[in-house]
């Protein structure tokens, strides 16, 4: 396919916050305080989330109380016009959502945004409403050891398996730790677009005389950086 693939995470990427992590804070912050530090890398989060769905309709909280809330957690800035942009110019950017996140949370922040139609595709963890109007989770991708990926998803696993081989180009626009892995595989035809001050960023200043990536890195803050230089590719 003669276009760029734009990869797009989501957490604190497309989207400011973890939305997982704003949905424990205002439904649950009993369970959020008592987390450790080290508990999302070391424990499987999907199955944990998926708990604490169960919690919240204990709880009596409804399904349309998370989609209201979720729905009002603000993209990153200048985000929208960035995604308006890729949108309008599907004959040059292939656009998809690769992210650790889940589908009902993705779908209702991009259609609170009217930003849905910008993408091509959502690569993400499935969900369904059972019975009882409780999400329940359906882990998309595979985990494997390596110290940076989820426990329940590597993103390289998931390209390797459906986008390698397929565009002339890669944009990855991202922010975490969990993103190295796939960074690491870009050629140094590709770009990879990192967070300031995000765990992806810090590793490649730290690491910054090791070349552990091969592709071209450019820092951003907000929607527009990235839009500088992605409007001459």
């Not at 987390?35 to 919240?56: A, G, H, R, S």
């Not at 309709?57 to 960035?82: A, E, H, R, W």
């Amino acid at each position: 396919m003669d276009k760029t693939l734009i990869i797009i995470d989501f957490d604190n990427t497309l989207v400011d916050v973890d939305v997982d992590w704003e949905i424990l804070q205002h439904f649950l912050p009993e369970v959020a305080e008592s987390l450790p530090d080290t508990f999302y890398q070391e424990n499987d989060w999907l199955q944990f989330m998926q708990d604490n769905y169960i919690q919240m309709k204990q709880k009596g909280y409804s399904i349309n109380d998370i989609n209201k809330f979720v729905s009002s957690i603000p993209l990153t800035i200048d985000f929208k016009y960035l995604c308006n942009y890729l949108g309008e110019n599907k004959n040059k950017f292939y656009n998809i959502i690769l992210s650790g996140s889940t589908e009902y949370n993705i779908h209702a922040i991009l259609h609170a945004n009217g930003i849905e139609k910008c993408f091509d595709e959502i690569i993400c963890n499935k969900s369904i409403l059972d019975k009882d109007s409780i999400l329940k989770l359906i882990p998309v991708g595979y985990g494997h050891n390596c110290k940076y990926c989820n426990k329940n998803q590597c993103k390289t696993y998931i390209y390797n398996q459906s986008l390698k081989g397929k565009f002339k180009k890669i944009i990855f626009i991202c922010d975490g730790s969990n993103d190295l892995c796939l960074a690491k595989r870009l050629s140094n035809n590709d770009i990879l677009y990192t967070r300031i001050d995000h765990k992806l960023y810090n590793i490649l200043i730290k690491n910054r005389n090791q070349n552990i990536v091969n592709c071209s890195i450019y820092p951003w803050k907000n929607g527009n950086d990235i839009f500088n230089l992605i409007k001459y590719q």
